[in-house]
């Protein structure tokens, strides 16, 4: 299986900061990672996919970037609602595995 | 817009068949996506993978499952459902059902049920 490392864990961090995600893969995935936003309670929610490309209806803040092992979510300027566990996802073999979880909280 | 939806049996005793079902609404399940998939998140833990059918027949599944899993597709009714076999306290976890609506890859899961929490317990 590829196992899929989040860092940090966690994370403080204030709103109008910058925050970014790293996501590492044990294997090459070329550009097939996905990132989700969870909320307590809820689905997750689809933000980014192909590593790179923005879902219909994410605010341009979330940006993606990478390939091959090492990928990165970037927000640029956090908002209130932001606050949640992110996770990624690769969709390059089976089994799909995701990440950990990145939990962000307020500072 | 399409929008899912679990159902199922909230308790299952140890050693039973967990089975939920997911309707789907907004759109026809044979059109509205390519891959149907099952995922899963014990009490404050991560999201697992369960597995995916496509092309209403082609199925893969989590090995980890110890092919205790089966995913099958009820066309007429536009539901897909989930079952997993010799149930133990380990699979008590809320059990989402996703949709995936792109046909060409990159694939990934673009539409949510709300999730069902399933407990495992005689």
């Known amino acids: 299986d590829i196992q899929m490392t989040q860092s940090p864990s966690s994370l403080s961090a204030s709103v109008g900061d910058r925050v970014t995600i790293t996501c590492r893969a044990s294997?090459?995935?070329?550009?097939?990672v996905n990132w989700y936003q969870q909320k307590p309670g809820k689905a997750p929610r689809l933000l980014m996919y192909g590593a790179v490309s923005l879902h219909t209806g994410v605010p341009a803040r979330f940006s993606g970037s990478g390939s091959g092992t090492d990928f990165t979510l970037t927000i640029s300027t956090l908002q209130p609602e932001d606050f949640a566990t992110y996770y990624c996802q690769q969709s390059y073999r089976i089994p799909r595995t995701f990440g950990q979880g990145t939990r962000l909280d307020i500072k | 817009q399409v929008q899912l939806q679990e159902s199922g049996p909230g308790l299952v005793r140890p050693s039973e068949t967990l089975s939920l079902t997911c309707s789907v609404s907004g759109g026809f399940l044979t059109s509205a996506g390519y891959y149907w998939g099952w995922i899963r998140q014990p009490p404050g833990k991560g999201l697992e993978w369960i597995g995916h059918i496509y092309y209403s027949e082609s199925t893969d599944y989590n090995p980890s499952l110890g092919g205790r899993v089966t995913i099958s597709v009820d066309t007429s009714k536009n539901q897909f459902s989930l079952k997993l076999t010799s149930v133990t306290a380990t699979d008590t976890a809320v059990y989402f059902c996703?949709?995936?609506?792109?046909?060409?890859?990159?694939?990934?899961?673009?539409?949510w049920g709300q999730g069902a929490l399933v407990t495992v317990s005689s």
């Open positions: 996703a949709g995936c609506s792109s046909w060409t890859p990159p694939y990934y899961f673009d539409h």
């Open positions: 294997q090459s995935v070329d550009k097939y």
